[in-house]
T-cell receptor, first 112, second 114 residues
Framework: AQSVTQPDIHITVSEGASLELRCNYS??????LFWYVQSPGQGLQLLLK??????LVQGIKGFEAEFKRSQSSFNLRKPSVHWSDAAEYFC??????????FGKGTLLTVNP | DGGITQSPKYLFRKEGQNVTLSCEQN?????MYWYRQDPGQGLRLIYY???????QKGDIAEGYSVSREKKESFPLTVTSAQKNPTAFYLC?????????????FGQGTRLTVV
């Protein structure tokens, strides 16, 4: 069965600091990997996705993520966090079965 | 504008009543999904449909039912058999081409059962 683990429930960073959110997945074939962001009471917005090719992918709002097959990881990074990045972040895995599975999310708090 | 519309945004129902949540998309996507979100639980898949007149159970289908009679519509019924129906429900769709499961989400429906 496919699954996603986000080990950090809540992360707090200072504005301007770098950020890394962790994601580990389990999937029996080539995965499609996604990071989404959610503001309170809203739907989810796609930040970036990995299907194939270059393992370092760039997304919106200055985010990037690196796919590491050997570690089954797809960590999200940002060099300098802005106060507007405070939100909940979800990692997801999908594939040829069209079933999309999400992690439990990481809540990001940004201190001024 | 293309997108996914969920209605209503807020829904209140008495315990023991069935309730249907609406989800419509005009993105011409083949696949559609229903997720339930509870605090600290992330998004849990209820049902998904890859094509019209076909759907599969997700991880927490008990107490829910769906239909997919039209490509653009995927309504979810929360039945009285669902033990704890109060939650935030999200509908999504994806293009389903070349295994593309990139999902586009609606704004959600918050269901409260009293």
């Amino acid at each position: 069965a496919q699954s996603v683990t986000q080990p950090d429930i809540h992360i707090t960073v200072s504005e301007g600091a770098s950020l890394e959110l962790r994601c580990n997945y389990s999937y029996g074939a080539t995965p499609y990997l996604f990071w989404y962001v959610q503001s309170p009471g809203q739907g989810l917005q796609l930040l970036l996705k990995y299907f194939s090719g270059d393992t370092l992918v760039q997304g919106i709002k200055g985010f990037e993520a690196e796919f590491k097959r050997s570690q089954s990881s797809f960590n999200l990074r940002k060099p300098s966090v802005h106060w507007s990045d405070a939100a909940e972040y979800f990692c997801a895995v999908g594939g040829s079965n069209y079933k999309l599975t999400f992690g439990k999310g990481t809540l990001l708090t940004v201190n001024p | 504008d293309g997108g996914i519309t969920q209605s209503p945004k807020y829904l209140f129902r008495k315990e023991g009543q069935n309730v249907t949540l609406s989800c419509e998309q005009n993105l011409n996507h083949d696949a559609m999904y229903w997720y339930r979100q509870d605090p600290g639980q992330g998004l849990r898949l209820i049902y998904y449909s890859q094509i019209v007149n076909d759907f599969q159970k997700g991880d927490i289908a008990e107490g829910y039912s769906v239909s997919r009679e039209k490509k653009e519509s995927f309504p979810l019924t929360v039945t009285s058999a669902q033990k704890n129906p109060t939650a935030f429900y999200l509908c999504a769709s994806s293009p389903r081409d070349r295994g593309n499961t990139e999902a586009f989400f609606g704004q959600g429906t918050r269901l409260t059962v009293v």
